[in-house]
């Protein structure tokens, strides 16, 4: 089991800009992140493995972008252009198998606390 670490939730007007960490203890295969907002089933944004595969969901294409550190052990959220739609907890998610892709959340492996991330009008 890994655990994962989230920071750099917080409020933001709508059209700014926040940066997501995620801080990993052991070996993953694939990273990603999810959102849930009030009410509403947890969503994929965006996943990156050890090969640098990245994918992203449509919802945040564009303006969200997903990284690691060189060490694989450090994933990043650099979210741009907010808006209020986008206001949830933010989670990371890992997996250590190489069949998974971390954008299906019933296959997650590991999930962190989450971070709140807040944009208002």
């Known amino acids: 089991q890994v655990r994962l670490v989230e920071s750099g939730g917080g409020s933001v007007q709508a059209g700014g800009s926040l940066r997501l960490s995620c801080a990993a203890d052991?070996?993953?295969?694939?990273m990603g992140w999810f959102r849930q907002a009030p009410g509403k089933e947890r969503e994929w944004l965006a996943s990156?493995?050890?090969?640098?595969?990245?994918t992203y969901a449509d919802a945040v294409n564009g303006r969200f972008t997903i990284s690691q550190d060189n060490a694989k052990t450090t994933l990043y959220l650099q979210m741009n252009s907010l808006n209020v739609e986008d206001t949830a907890m933010y989670y990371c998610?890992?997996?250590?198998?190489?069949?998974?892709?971390?954008?299906?959340?019933?296959?997650?492996?590991?999930w962190g606390q989450g971070t709140q991330v807040t944009v208002s009008s």
């Open positions: 998610a890992s997996s250590p198998y190489v069949t998974n892709s971390c954008h299906i959340k019933e296959l997650i492996d590991d």
């Open positions: 052991g070996y993953t295969y694939c």
């Open positions: 990156i493995n050890r090969r640098s595969t990245i």
